[in-house]
């Protein structure tokens, strides 16, 4: 049984109050560093458990706190990015719904190292439900004395204010969302300067998703060391995936990192194999941002080796033949599954949650989503192949903020991975609309590139 660090005691009744999530060991945490470390201290382990930023971005979080500038006399902020908006990620949502004292314990944690006195948490304006439990427990917290003025009589004071977000998958970017919280319009800033330097009110600001704050307090409790030892290479600890699509048992599920793939997919503990005995022909493997992958890639390496559920495997062969772990948003297509009309749909959304503030995404995007549209509905043509590929090559990075590579790589992997699909849209555009194309080779076993 795989080790679990965030989802231990998720199936305990009341999990979701104080006073059992206390009884179950919460908040040990906020008293070990508060009583008897120092914030360097609490930097300092969780640089040593090599936690990676579990938004998406994987960039290693202890790194990122010491980035902070630390002028005399200008407070510092942190502010949890709840946004959660990358279709097929819903693992913060589960986490905030069921646990939410674990993310209120990493935040007191978390604000402690990084000498911030006052603390945002920005979830997406949808989820009002998980808004009213996070207000919930910040009241049960402050009322037992682990919020407000001098916790636990260490002269430390500290606030948390939960803001609900104005319902855009822009304020999921950092900047964007510095700018809704202070009331403005949510559009990405350019950098530099970067939040570590001028962030929220123009003061130095540290942004980091729900899982990743949450995970400094098996941090704390295990130490930096002993939670390094988990997982394997720079991908260290647990992380939460979000598992959907044509599995058997679609849900959040807390995994050690180094699982292979094939097992996450096919074994009872987890997803359960694919629904209905079909065949797999593709997965999403880190939301719908990150590039798609044929079942034979997914499950083994262009060399031949076995793919393990790490930032490393998965991005081995690049974009070429790699994809990235994201934001752990896991999402499995069957052979019934159509790649062009999944394509279309991710450029629809990105289309959509557009700013619209650089042209190439603003422009680009709205020519992917036509285009594609253009070939499932039945009236493509070769050269719009060509002309897909053309425009998000101009999308790519010539933006902003990363929404645009974002809504590029969908595209680019699906017409590098499944371009017979699209030439059998156009070939066929009447039986394209009556049937799939089906699994085709996209399982066939891989001849090993030798180099």
């Keep these: 049984m795989a080790r679990k660090l965030l989802l231990t005691h998720i199936d305990v009744p009341g999990i979701n109050t104080f006073e059992v999530y206390r009884q179950k060991g919460g908040y ?58 990358e279709p097929g990620t ?18 007191i944690v978390s604000s402690f190292a990084l000498g911030a006195n006052t603390s945002y948490i920005y979830v997406r304006g949808e989820m009002m439900p998980q808004i009213r439990i996070l207000e919930r427990a910040i009241a049960e917290a402050k009322e037992k004395g682990f919020l407000g003025k001098n916790i636990l009589g260490s002269g430390y004071d500290l606030e948390i204010y939960v803001q609900p977000g104005g319902g855009a998958y822009i304020c999921g970017e950092e900047t964007a969302l510095l700018e809704s919280l202070e009331g403005k319009r949510g559009n990405p800033r350019i950098k530099p300067p970067f939040p570590a330097i001028a962030g929220l009110y ?20 295990l130490g930096g060391e002993e939670y390094a030892k988990i997982g394997v290479e720079r991908s260290t600890g647990t992380k939460l995936i979000s598992a959907s699509g044509n599995i058997v048992k679609p849900g959040v599920y807390e995994i050690e990192l180094g699982l292979p793939v094939e097992e996450f997919i096919y074994s009872e503990e987890y997803c359960g194999g694919i629904a209905n ?6 997965v999403v493997a880190g939301g719908s941002s990150v590039p798609i992958l044929p079942a034979n890639l997914i499950l083994k390496t262009a060399a031949g080796n076995s793919r393990l559920m790490t930032y490393e495997s998965l991005a081995d062969g690049g974009f070429q033949t790699g994809t990235m772990l994201g934001s752990g948003g896991f999402i499995v297509f ?33 020519w992917m989503e036509k ?12 050269s719009d192949i060509d002309l897909l590929w053309d425009v998000q090559r101009k999308i790519e990075g010539n933006t902003i903020c990363p929404l645009g590579d974002a809504a590029a790589w969908p595209v680019a992997a699906a017409i590098r991975h499944f371009r017979d699909e699209f030439e059998w849209h156009i070939l066929h555009p009447e039986e394209s609309q009556t049937r799939n194309y089906g699994l085709a080779h996209y399982a066939d076993p891989l001849q090993p590139i030798v180099s």
């Excluded at 040593?48 to 200008?74: C, D, I, N, Y």
């Excluded at 949502?93 to 674990?102: D, E, G, Q, V, W």
């Excluded at 123009?202 to 409790?221: D, K, Q, R, Y």
């Excluded at 052979?335 to 422009?363: I, K, L």
């Design 28 to 85: 040990v945490a906020v008293e070990k560093v508060i009583k008897t470390m120092s914030p360097e201290d609490v930097v300092e382990e969780v640089k040593k458990s090599g936690l990676r930023g579990r938004g998406g971005a994987g960039f290693p979080t202890g790194m990122k706190w010491s980035f902070l500038a630390k002028p005399e006399g200008v407070p510092r902020y942190l502010v949890c990015n709840a946004d959660e908006s």
């Design 371 to 382: 285009v594609l549209h253009k070939i499932e509905s039945g009236h493509g043509s070769m």
């Design 277 to 282: 005995g079909k065949r797999m022909k593709a």
């Design 202 to 221: 123009n003061c130095p600001t540290v942004v980091n998703n729900v899982e990743s704050i949450a995970a400094t307090v098996p941090i704390i409790n």
């Design 90 to 107: 819903f693992k913060d949502r589960y986490l905030m719904t069921h646990i939410p004292h674990a993310l209120i314990e990493g935040m």
């Design 334 to 366: 069957d052979e019934d599954q159509c790649v062009v009309r999944n394509t279309w749909n991710f450029a629809r959304f990105y289309h959509h949650e557009s700013c619209g503030q650089c042209s190439p995404c603003r422009e680009g995007t709205g």
